[in-house]
Structure formats: structure tokens, C-alpha cells
């Protein structure tokens, strides 16, 4: 699977590219800004599906001008569509496979920094939107987020996965899951504890 990864807008946002080098279908997750130069990194990947990993306005501004011209179905959870100007054409939910080309992602519902904050998963590579970054979880200290609840996503649904998972945020460079296991930034949130007494 070939990645782009480009950094747009005043937060600095990420928004991916995917593409099967065989098949040219691809994915654009998270247009956040920067439209005209996300469609020309694009060039000719066909792309099967714009996927927002979470409805804050900083990962969804280029959405309207994406999806108009690239033709695409657009998908994202339900928890977080009101951010969006438009209705989706698709809510993604756990579990869910999308296929393009060769490859597929599976949809992690991972709330905390929103309610229906996503992360997507290609075999070992894992796009977490705001969910976790190095050294630390999103952020919740935001309307609509809690602590305690992306702590729970993080550890049942990113910290199982295999150590060398390479995880792309939505801010930032990359990083992988057994580092982010091993730092002190993620304490097993209480919920978790009882549910384990």
C-alpha cells in the first residue's frame, strides 16, 4: 500500500492518501484543508471512499471541494456527523471492512476525544485520527470528550494490536503501538479496573 502523508492547514493537520499500486483504487482519509493540493497529490488514484476519522472542523475542511471533485462516497461515524455540512453517504461502524484495490480497512470505534471518533486498520499500519499520538492520547478537554473513555478505546482496541502496528495520527509524525504501550502517558482507566476486579 503506497501512503502520502501531507500535512495541511494552520493545525497541521494530516490527511492521507492510499492507493494499490496494482489496481490504482484508493482511499483520501481526513481532507482537512488545502483541497486543491490533496486532489493533485491524489493525481490518478481512483478513490473508492473519503473517510473522516472524527467531525472537528480542523479534519474537515476541505471536505465539500474533495468530495465534489474526486466523486467519491463519503463515511463517518454517526456519533460525529453533525460536523459535517452535508449528510455522509455511508456511517462507518466497528467492525466494518472497506475494500479498494487489493487492501482493506477495518473500522476501530475509538470515542473519547469525540463520540464517534475512528481509527482505521490495514493489516499492521493504523491511521488514529486524534485518538493517540507519541507520548500521549488526544485531547479531552474539549466539549464532548472524555478522559476516561479514549483511555478505554486506546488500551481495548490500539493496545491489543501487534507492537511494530505503525500508527499515523492526525497530527504529527508516526509512531508504534509497543512504544506507546510502554510510556507512562496511558494509565488503565477506571473502568477498566473494575471491570477486571
Known sequence: MEI???EVGFFGNN???????WTQE???????AEAQ?????????LVR??????????????LEEVRNKAGAPVGIHAGDVRGLKKPPDFFLQDGQMLAFGKYSLKVLHTPGHSPGGVCLLSEKTLFSGDTIFPNGPGNTSIPGSDEEMILASIHSKIFVLPDDTIIYPGHGLETIVGRERQTSFYPLPLRMDKDQS
Open 49 to 62: 471512499y473519503i473517510l473522516i476519522t472524527h467531525g472537528h472542523m480542523d479534519h474537515i475542511g476541505a
Open 4 to 6: 502520502k502523508r501531507l
Open 15 to 21: 490527511c492521507y492518501i492510499l492507493t494499490c499500486p
Open 26 to 32: 484508493g482511499v483520501i482519509i481526513d481532507p482537512a
Open 37 to 45: 493540493r490533496i486532489l493533485q497529490e491524489a493525481g490518478e488514484t
